[in-house]
């Protein structure tokens, strides 16, 4: 009798135990859709828009420098340098392209600001990898505060209306990283010049600043994504490089074009997180091309054969995230 019972209790909590895993595979559905949903509905009022503030953005030939700081390979500098290179539009690529990515900041930002502030004058900005210098041994220590990227940024001896690129490998600890960015952007208003900073996440935190190439600290863990290079660390790091980028050139000064406080402002990608493909939700980068050789998700082509996974842009005239694919 004893045996009977507890094969009776084995069986009800047997019964028990599927029926609660039933309930919570439910439930998760229930919440992707619902938050996939949310997101269509959700219509933010005219205080939250994205919209130009009549100030200073990059134009014409942009010049930029990068601060390789730490050890970075050969093949992983490639990475970025051929992304770089992808972003002019003399770098034939299929599409979609890398190119066709840095035209839509043209089309949906530059060319506003131009109407605003130029009449029929047009206003467009062109990328030019403008040298690299590197700091292998660290010089600065592997501890670094916001306040020393400055600094490291003058190295690179840029030009007015010029972008340094700070880039951290994945051993440098940067203060607020992988805690509340995985990169930044800021400015010099009397040089006229402007910076860029992104560390390698590789070690410290792929879930947050390399997803979706890597399963996320929190919410749906989903498998992840195969990165086009097979490096996780560098391919986020373009994904931010892109990010910072594309927030730099539109709001240089803070006067640009951002959404909320100009203290932490979202900007042209950053408006977009997460999103990079069409159909994307929380927990969901959205449709993306795979490549049939390796399975390498991407949404762009670049030089040499590259492909890359870049961030969605927001569209101002519509609110909404512009994709690639």
């Given at each position: 009798m004893a045996s009977d019972r507890r094969l009776c209790t084995d069986s009800r909590m047997s019964h028990a135990a599927t029926v609660l895993v039933s309930v919570l595979l439910l439930c998760s559905a229930h919440h992707a859709v619902g938050a996939r949903r949310l997101m269509e509905l959700y219509k933010p009022q005219p205080s939250e828009l994205l919209t130009y503030h009549n100030g200073t953005v990059l134009q014409g030939d942009i010049p930029v420098?990068?601060?390789?700081?730490?050890?970075?390979?050969?093949?992983?500098?490639?990475?970025?340098?051929?992304?770089?290179?992808?972003?002019?539009?003399?770098?034939?690529?299929?599409?979609?392209?890398?190119?066709?990515?840095?035209?839509?900041?043209?089309?949906?930002?530059?060319?506003?600001?131009?109407v605003h502030g130029n009449g029929a004058a047009k206003i467009t900005a062109q990328v030019r990898l403008a040298g690299q210098l590197s700091d292998d041994r660290c010089s600065l220590g592997k501890s670094l505060k916001l306040s020393q990227l400055p600094a490291m940024a003058a190295r690179a001896k840029p030009k007015k209306g010029g972008i340094t690129l700070v880039l951290t490998a994945q051993d440098v600890a940067v203060e607020g990283f992988c805690m509340s960015r995985c990169g930044t952007h800021a400015s010099n208003p009397k040089s006229r010049t402007a910076y860029v900073w992104v560390g390698n996440s590789a070690t410290q935190c792929p879930g947050q600043c390399a997803w979706p190439f890597h399963q996320p600290v929190y919410g749906p863990q989903t498998p992840a994504l195969v990165p086009p290079s097979g490096d996780v660390g560098m391919d986020g790091m373009v994904m931010n490089i892109a990010s910072m980028v594309a927030g730099v050139v539109t709001n240089p000064f803070g006067d640009g074009f951002y959404?909320?406080?100009?203290?932490?402002?979202?900007?042209?990608?950053?408006?977009?997180?997460?999103?990079?493909?069409?159909?994307?939700?929380?927990?969901?980068a959205g449709?993306?091309?795979?490549?049939?050789?390796?399975?390498?998700?991407?949404?762009?082509?670049g030089a040499r054969g590259r492909k890359y996974l870049l961030p969605a842009l927001f569209d101002p005239a519509t609110s909404t995230c512009s994709t690639l694919v």
């Open positions: 420098s990068v601060v390789w700081y730490g050890q970075f390979t050969l093949a992983q500098k490639a990475v970025v340098s051929d992304f770089l290179l992808s972003l002019t539009v003399a770098s034939p690529a299929p599409t979609p392209s890398v190119s066709q990515w840095w035209n839509t900041i043209n089309q949906l930002y530059l060319s506003k600001a131009a959404q909320g406080p100009k203290e932490a402002p979202l900007e042209a990608a950053t408006a977009c997180t997460g999103v990079y493909g069409s159909g994307a939700y929380p927990g969901y449709n993306l091309a795979v490549d049939p050789v390796t399975g390498a998700s991407y949404n762009a082509n």
